[in-house]
T-cell receptor, first 112, second 113 residues
Framework: DAGVIQSPRHEVTEMGQEVTLRCKPI?????LFWYRQTMMRGLELLIY????????DSGMPEDRFSAKMPNASFSTLKIQPSEPRDSAVYFC??????????FGNGTRLTVT | SQQGEEDPQALSIQEGENATMNCSYK?????LQWYRQNSGRGLVHLIL?????REKHSGRLRVTLDTSKKSSSLLITASRAADTASYFC?????????????FGTGTQLKVEL
């Protein structure tokens, strides 16, 4: 089991550019979560999916953020346009029935 | 906003000593979980305690839960240098099937040789 795989590990971009973060959950897991971690706000849940369907996106900060899960093995989080305040570590996590969250190693995003 | 607050924010101990971290939360919960995060890595699940449980053990870990005080503690016995990490409590609420985990602010533990 390779665990939750996120790419890229690091992303540096300029303000106004589009950023796409990618996640491959653990096979067989039916829940997928996107979290953001900053020093100021800690870990925040942005959105989660169940069986590829978005269930709760109330944590998505604004319309510049969007997330998709076209199939059970892939999800994206897109920021367009990006802003410096979006700089953070973005984590993807998945879980199966009666299992805890399994986190990827995150994408460190820096927007200059 | 964050549900949990960990105390202390940082803790430094010698190898072999015990480490105790505390977590307080605000609303009723379905369960409380503890996670560890090594520098530059994702969080790793350690242990889950349900709202109707008061104490749980797993290896060198002991977790207690006091729902009347809305608090939990994590005890790591006989600490090792490899235990150096940040530790977070996370609460699962009564709605949403407990899927909306809310994480605390974390305790940075440093275990020195």
């Amino acid at each position: 089991d390779a665990g939750v795989i996120q790419s890229p590990r690091h992303e540096v971009t300029e303000m106004g550019q589009e950023v796409t973060l990618r996640c491959k959950p653990i096979s067989g897991h039916d829940y997928l979560f996107w979290y953001r971690q900053t020093m100021m706000r800690g870990l925040e849940l942005l959105i989660y999916f169940n069986n590829n369907v978005p269930i709760d996106d109330s944590g998505m900060p604004e319309d510049r953020f969007s997330a998709k899960m076209p199939n059970a093995s892939f999800s994206t989080l897109k920021i367009q346009p990006s802003e410096p305040r979006d700089s953070a570590v973005y984590f993807c996590a998945s879980r199966g029935p009666n299992s805890p969250l399994h986190f990827g190693n995150g994408t460190r995003l820096t927007v200059t | 906003s964050q549900q949990g607050e960990e105390d202390p924010q940082a803790l430094s101990i010698q190898e072999g000593e015990n480490a105790t971290m505390n977590c307080s939360y605000k609303t009723s919960i379905n369960n409380l979980q503890w996670y560890r995060q090594n520098s530059g890595r994702g969080l790793v699940h350690l242990i889950l305690i349900r709202s109707n449980e008061r104490e749980k053990h797993s290896g060198r870990l002991r977790v207690t839960l006091d729902t009347s005080k809305k608090s939990s503690s994590l005890l790591i016995t006989a600490s090792r240098a490899a235990d150096t990490a940040s530790y977070f409590c996370a609460t699962g609420g009564l709605t949403g099937g407990g899927n909306k985990l809310t994480f605390g602010t974390g305790t940075q533990l440093k275990v020195e040789l």
